[in-house]
């Protein structure tokens, strides 16, 4: 079975940093890309970063791209978010997502999320 | 960025309707096209990808078609478990992503 379960979700103060990591079981982890997928309270889905199942490709999105980084340990079946110089609209559920072989492949697991809140 | 655009954004429907979502990308995506269901306090669940393909396990009652910039979204005989938000995506392109939803609601 499939699970992916996401950690390190915590309130933290704008201008701050944060590191979330995801852990992953029943499936060879080093064969798939993985997605970090984030929820706004009370809105819609944004994709925010993808890494290839070497790290040799990274990508994301517009609204935290040089402030987040992507990064996973193939040999401890995790994935990992750094963010940092957070913003109050950073505030979100962060999922990890498992994509397939392939970048075009959709995210056909994901985790239950863990709560970001960026506040004074 | 490829913009998604999902109509419409609130759908009211009795169980047994059948209903229609619309997605329309801003630029062609061939069929790169996924669509999720999200109920609250879950995470999303894929329901249909390759603008046509069912997801392994995904009841048959709901079918994707459409190519390039206009997709959709038939659930055909509304079941009380399907009243949820669905999210179209695009992966054609990076940054990939989401229409904003619909949400379908009991009538």
């Known amino acids: 079975e499939v699970q992916l379960v996401e950690s390190g979700g915590v309130v933290v103060q704008p201008g701050g940093s944060l590191r979330l990591s995801c852990a992953a079981s029943?499936?060879?982890?080093?064969?798939?890309?993985m997605h970090w997928v984030r929820q706004a309270p009370g809105k819609g889905l944004e994709w925010v970063s993808l890494?290839?199942?070497?790290?040799?490709?990274?990508y994301y999105g517009d609204s935290v791209k040089g402030r987040f980084t992507i990064s996973r340990d193939n040999s401890k079946n995790s994935l990992y978010l750094q963010m940092n110089s957070l913003r109050a609209e950073d505030t979100a559920l962060y999922y990890c997502?498992?994509?397939?072989?392939?970048?075009?492949?959709?995210?056909?697991?994901w985790g239950q999320g863990t709560l970001v809140t960026v506040s004074s | 960025d490829i913009q998604l655009t999902q109509s419409p954004p609130f759908l009211s429907a009795s169980v047994g309707d059948r209903v229609t979502i619309t997605c329309r990308a801003s630029?062609?995506?061939?069929?790169?096209l996924a669509w999720y269901q999200q109920k609250p306090g879950k995470a999303p669940k894929l329901l249909i990808y390759?603008?046509?393909t069912l997801q392994s396990g995904v009841p048959s009652r709901f079918s994707g078609s459409g190519s390039g910039t206009e997709f959709t979204l038939t659930i055909g005989s509304l079941q009380p478990e399907d009243f949820a938000t669905y999210y179209c995506?695009?992966?054609?392109?990076?940054?990939?992503?989401f229409g904003q939803g619909t949400k379908l609601e009991i009538k």
């Open positions: 997502a498992k994509g397939g072989v392939l970048t075009v492949d959709p995210f056909d697991y």
């Open positions: 029943g499936f060879t982890f080093d064969d798939y890309t």
């Open positions: 890494i290839s199942w070497d790290a040799g490709t990274t």
């Open positions: 630029q062609g995506i061939s069929s790169y």
């Open positions: 390759a603008a046509s």
């Open positions: 995506q695009q992966l054609n392109s990076y940054p990939c992503t």
